[in-house]
């Protein structure tokens, strides 16, 4: 059986403020070695995190920026 060590060195969305905010924290380091982006919850950062493709962070990335723009 093959285990993956989690991540362990988040990076925090631009949007976060001192406030907090809606905001999520993913892993450059673990996507470039793995190629798969984990994504967690800045607020919650002991909750499990999520993994997703680079397409669909890619994806999400541009659908909050855009949606983001007209808030």
Do not use: Q
């Amino acid at each position: 059986m093959s285990t993956v060590a989690a991540p362990t060195t988040w990076v925090k969305s631009s949007y976060t403020s001192a406030e907090g905010g809606n905001c999520v924290e993913w892993s450059p380091s673990y996507a470039h070695a793995h190629n798969l982006v984990p994504i967690r919850d800045s607020k919650a950062p002991h909750l499990p995190h999520l993994t997703v493709t680079p397409h669909a962070w890619t994806n999400f990335v541009a659908f909050a920026t855009t949606h983001a723009a007209k808030s």
